[in-house]
């Protein structure tokens, strides 16, 4: 592509498209087990107990805080997780018995979802695309960073 940046497609918006399509297909998959991919996503990073607080958490998980608040609290009343103390005053979260059979339930869904996808652009241009998103990742954060 030539030209300026001001010729090309609204790089946020093509995102936005592409992310809600992408959404769909997965939890299309992941319905019979009774989880959309956000969800999916959460269990499987607390259940992986990298994060040591809530904070940590949306970080690894890649969403606002105040939205990962909003889908804890979820998770919690449906008893999929439950809140622990941390060190000092952190509240950390960890899956229940019935989390884990949730999760166990969605991972071959999850499969099937990614392998769909996968198959459909090629493991070749899967792999190029998930490079040049990291290379947006950090585009964008070093422009919020700065700016």
Request: glycine share 8%; net charge positive.
């Amino acid at each position: 592509m030539t030209g300026t940046a001001d010729e090309i497609a609204c790089i946020g918006a093509a995102l936005r498209r592409t992310a809600n399509l992408v959404t769909r297909v997965y939890n299309a998959h992941l319905a019979p087990a009774g989880l959309e991919v956000t969800q999916y996503s959460i269990l499987r990073k607390i259940q992986a107990g990298r994060a040591g607080s809530a904070s940590e958490l949306a970080e690894i998980v890649g969403v606002e805080r105040s939205t990962l608040v909003r889908n804890l609290a979820r998770l919690e009343k449906l008893g999929l997780i439950e809140v622990r103390t941390g060190a000092g005053r952190r509240q950390v979260h960890a899956l229940t018995e019935a989390g884990e059979a949730r999760l166990a339930a969605a991972a071959p869904l999850w499969h099937e979802a990614q392998t769909a996808l996968v198959e459909r652009m090629s493991m070749a241009r899967t792999t190029a695309m998930l490079e040049e998103l990291t290379a947006l990742r950090r585009a964008a954060r070093s422009g919020t960073a700065s700016g």
